[in-house]
């Protein structure tokens, strides 16, 4: 009888694929364990065992597994069930959504390892150049990698390279698979247990009377291990007898000292002893009870609660139930820089329970995470995460909260699977019979429809914490400024004034511009012609900082010019204003004053958000100029001003959710000020501070946002009355992409007739050299969801099998929005 497992690979395939294993190896596998298998004609890859059967695959001939690479299941069985909703739900493959959820670590790749044929020896006129240069090579060195020939060559394809010279037998190939994480070990000294006895000791430190530093060294280690009894490490040592490495070297090769290595955590906590958390006031006890009585009926709510009302103390009262019962909380933010503020909070009540996982954490330091809400450990009764923290194997969850719902972050949109972090939260939370909390000041339409069509929970608290009352927000009508010439670069005088008060005050402000880069257009004043990125169809934005201009899409750059690219003009204008250009302002208008920029410019490292945070905590930063990261939930206790340099562009762009989205952004920055007694203030500078949606921030009325919206959603069939799915094509070839979408669209029409929308080019067409074109599938409430994506799976597989569209990269967004 033959034994067969099915395995899921990290690549995007339908369907699982089929191995066989031996009798003993049927019985030790189980779902969830890491398995090399080979697959195609050289390659290895690791995958995970989905179920063991007995029968034989009907088209090919199952191969051999390569090796088994886990003891245990490194997966649960929760999560192959999480895995499959989602691959089904939003429309990508197993594979797909494994290469997401592993900690790359995890995914062992092979690589190709490159070795000199010694049978034969080859003349070196017959060989080309390049191959030369990479036959000579080894001639020092007996195996190279594909990236050390490319390297060599300097080039990226090397396969012809190679190719040629495996056809003139020259080299050999050989895969070699490699485990990338690695334990992390400290390096501890101790006395050599020769040494034990009193006399033998004396008479070490005898010998090393005409060695001073070496005899200084064992005294301290005496010293040290006298104060405290642990182990003492290599670099303490080296620290408080202030001497060198060589010196300890030399005293463990004389065999005075022993070395040995003990596995730490690269993510450890060293706090004191926990607080206990802080004692809520009366609306937060009523909001509590509120949320502890409707869990009882609903597994889902949602919780409307205005910026600065102290949501995060009642979080922390429910995680610390959850806890008591011995189970997990998962808790998510949208953004990493949230994190460090509330992982320093958290720490404070629950010390070393919280575990944190971000993209910012190297690999191995997300092994440690995934290990230990594996294992249900103590470090990690509580994770905290940005989205990917969904995807976690947690043992016994108890309860989500989802911080900030109404972010788009939680959205991923490049690589598939492209989740929804909130909505794939839930169902986590389903399948663990927990609960769901959602919290925000601004909740999400889609959230808020349904807690008002009795899908969710609601829960309101409508009072800030103190009772503060809610900042004081003031529109300033920047075109009649402009007229009456009382603007100073881009500001107006109410800002420059409130600014002037404010600091001399002593408190600190923040200033908001959704763009970072100094300036999005430089245009030449003679002839208009302004710098394009060369591979997509967008104007180079210029950083000032590196005096270069860049493209916010590929990356592109070239050093600022001098002079007019067309017609060598020298009247070079920069139009439009970011970050880099407030910051710049603010220091000529306030130079005793420290100003900070907080973009993606200034936090790039994994420490980037932590510094400027603290800095600004610290007050040792008066002013703070960034973008929307600023929005965040940010808590910081001694902002009065808050300045939102134009409002305009966030309401004018073309996306349906525009006005809903500039509301949030635009209130969740109000409630950054005025967040301990003093009541705050909020300027907001537009072109027209008639607008609809800035009358309801300035008076934060979400109801009425809400039913006009829900009005517009209505009438133009939008989410949450229908659901969306977003059909992106992707090619280098303009002809191409005009073809292949015109065809699915006409076979998208024949079933859905008037629900299709395009085929249409996006505002920015061309990224990267590739043109995009995108179509949008309306589904009514009462069409079937799993109907319509099957109709759509079909329709893409005939798409796909005509082979002129076959390199036509065809994206599925489930749920765009």
């Known amino acids: 009888m033959s034994y067969f497992i099915d395995v899921i690979l990290p690549i995007p395939l339908e369907k699982c694929f089929t191995y066989q294993v031996t009798q003993a190896e049927y019985g030790f596998l189980k779902p969830g364990m890491r398995v090399a298998v080979p697959f195609g004609k050289s390659k290895i890859y690791t995958a995970i065992v989905h179920h063991h059967h007995t029968n034989p695959p009907q088209v090919y001939e199952a191969k051999d597994i390569h090796q088994i690479l886990d003891d245990a299941p490194i997966v649960t069985q929760m999560q192959l069930q999480h895995w499959q909703w989602i691959a089904s739900y939003y429309m990508c493959t197993l594979g797909e959504v494994m290469r997401s959820?592993?900690?790359?670590?995890?995914?062992?790749?092979?690589?190709?390892?490159?070795?000199?044929?010694?049978?034969?020896?080859?003349g070196d006129e017959t060989l080309k150049d390049d191959e030369f240069l990479v036959y000579e090579a080894l001639h020092h060195q007996s195996s190279l990698k594909i990236q050390e020939v490319a390297n060599i060559l300097d080039k990226k394809n090397v396969f012809p390279v190679i190719k040629r010279l495996i056809e003139k037998n020259a080299i050999t190939v050989q895969e070699e698979i490699f485990e990338k994480y690695k334990p992390k070990l400290v390096r501890y000294v101790k006395m050599n247990s020769a040494y034990a006895s009193e006399a033998a000791l004396k008479d070490v430190l005898e010998d090393l009377n005409r060695a001073p530093k070496q005899r200084q060294v064992v005294m301290t280690l005496f010293s040290i291990s006298a104060q405290t009894k642990k182990p003492v490490k290599v670099s303490e040592l080296l620290e408080k007898s202030d001497t060198t490495s060589a010196i300890i070297k030399t005293l463990i090769d004389k065999g005075v000292l022993e070395e040995y290595h003990i596995q730490t955590d690269r993510i450890h906590y060293d706090g004191d002893e926990n607080e206990d958390s802080k004692r809520l006031n009366e609306y937060q006890e009523i909001t509590l009870n509120d949320i502890k009585e409707t869990f009882e009926t609903q597994n889902v709510i949602l919780l409307h609660g205005v910026t600065s009302s102290g949501k995060t103390e009642i979080y922390v009262k429910l995680i610390e139930d959850i806890i008591q019962e011995g189970k997990q909380v998962l808790y998510l933010l949208p953004e990493i820089a949230l994190t460090t503020q509330l992982v320093s909070r958290l720490q404070t009540y629950f010390g070393e329970q919280v575990a944190v996982f971000h993209s910012k954490y190297s690999s191995h330091e997300r092994v440690e995470v995934w290990n230990n809400v594996l294992h249900n450990s103590p470090k990690a009764q509580i994770v905290l995460g940005a989205r990917s923290s969904v995807l976690l194997p947690f043992q016994q969850l108890g309860l989500v909260i989802v911080d900030e719902e109404h972010e788009t972050s939680f959205k991923q949109f490049d690589p598939a699977p492209r989740y929804h972090a909130r909505d794939t939260a839930i169902v986590l939370s389903n399948l663990f019979n927990a609960n769901t909390l959602l919290g925000s000041a601004t909740p999400s339409l889609e959230s808020y429809y349904n807690a008002k069509q009795g899908k969710y929970g609601f829960v309101e608290l409508n009072h800030r914490f103190n009772n503060v009352l809610m900042p004081d927000i003031e529109l300033v009508d920047i075109q009649d400024k402009h007229k009456r010439k009382r603007m100073t670069g881009h500001f107006s005088d109410r800002l420059i004034e409130e600014m002037t008060e404010t600091l001399k005050e002593g408190y600190q402000i923040i200033l908001f511009q959704n763009r970072r880069g100094f300036s999005p257009i430089v245009e030449c004043n003679t002839c208009g012609h302004s710098p394009q990125c060369p591979n997509c169809d967008v104007s180079l934005t210029f950083h000032q900082f590196k005096n270069q201009l860049r493209c916010h899409y590929c990356g592109y750059h070239i050093a600022m010019q001098e002079k007019c690219m067309a017609c060598g003009s020298l009247e070079l204008d920069s139009k439009g204003f970011g970050t880099?250009?407030?910051?710049?302002?603010?220091?000529?208008?306030?130079?005793?004053?420290?100003?900070?920029?907080?973009?993606?410019?200034?936090?790039?490292?994994?420490?980037?958000?932590?510094?400027?945070?603290?800095?600004?905590?610290?007050?040792?930063?008066?002013?703070?100029?960034?973008?929307?990261?600023?929005?965040?939930?940010?808590?910081?206790?001694?902002?009065?001003?808050?300045?939102?340099?134009?409002?305009?562009?966030?309401?004018?762009?073309?996306?349906?959710?525009?006005?809903?989205?500039?509301?949030?952004?635009?209130?969740?920055?109000?409630?950054?000020?005025?967040?301990?007694?003093?009541?705050?203030?909020?300027?907001?500078?537009?072109?027209?501070?008639?607008?609809?949606?800035?009358?309801?921030?300035?008076?934060?009325?979400?109801?009425?946002?809400?039913?006009?919206?829900?009005?517009?959603?209505?009438?133009?069939?939008?989410?949450?009355?229908?659901?969306?799915?977003?059909?992106?094509?992707?090619?280098?070839?303009?002809?191409?992409?005009?073809?292949?979408?015109?065809?699915?669209?006409?076979?998208?029409?024949?079933?859905?007739?008037?629900?299709?929308?395009?085929?249409?080019?996006?505002?920015?067409?061309?990224?990267?050299?590739?043109?995009?074109?995108?179509?949008?599938?309306?589904?009514?409430?009462?069409?079937?969801?799993?109907?319509?994506?099957?109709?759509?799976?079909?329709?893409?597989?005939?798409?796909?099998?005509?082979?002129?569209?076959?390199?036509?990269?065809?994206?599925?967004?489930?749920?765009?929005?």
């Open 101 to 122: 959820a592993l900690p790359s670590a995890f995914i062992l790749e092979s690589e190709t390892i490159i070795l000199k044929n010694n049978d034969l020896v080859i």
């Open 580 to 817: 880099e250009q407030v910051e710049e302002e603010v220091k000529t208008l306030f130079p005793e004053f420290k100003v900070a920029r907080m973009d993606l410019d200034t936090t790039r490292g994994k420490y980037g958000y932590d510094k400027i945070i603290n800095a600004f905590e610290q007050q040792e930063v008066d002013v703070l100029v960034g973008t929307q990261m600023l929005t965040k939930g940010l808590d910081f206790r001694n902002v009065k001003l808050v300045g939102i340099m134009n409002a305009d562009n966030m309401l004018n762009f073309p996306d349906f959710r525009a006005h809903e989205r500039s509301f949030q952004l635009m209130v969740q920055v109000s409630g950054r000020a005025g967040r301990t007694d003093v009541r705050g203030k909020v300027l907001i500078q537009t072109y027209n501070p008639y607008h609809q949606i800035l009358k309801q921030v300035s008076t934060n009325n979400f109801e009425q946002m809400y039913d006009e919206q829900m009005n517009d959603r209505h009438n133009y069939k939008y989410p949450p009355i229908y659901r969306l799915i977003k059909i992106t094509f992707k090619h280098k070839d303009f002809q191409k992409v005009n073809l292949g979408a015109d065809w699915y669209a006409k076979s998208l029409r024949q079933v859905f007739r008037h629900n299709v929308l395009g085929p249409e080019f996006p505002p920015i067409s061309r990224i990267r050299n590739q043109y995009h074109k995108n179509i949008l599938v309306k589904i009514p409430s009462k069409q079937s969801l799993s109907k319509t994506k099957e109709a759509i799976i079909k329709i893409n597989n005939s798409f796909l099998s005509v082979k002129d569209f076959r390199s036509v990269r065809v994206v599925l967004n489930v749920d765009n929005y």
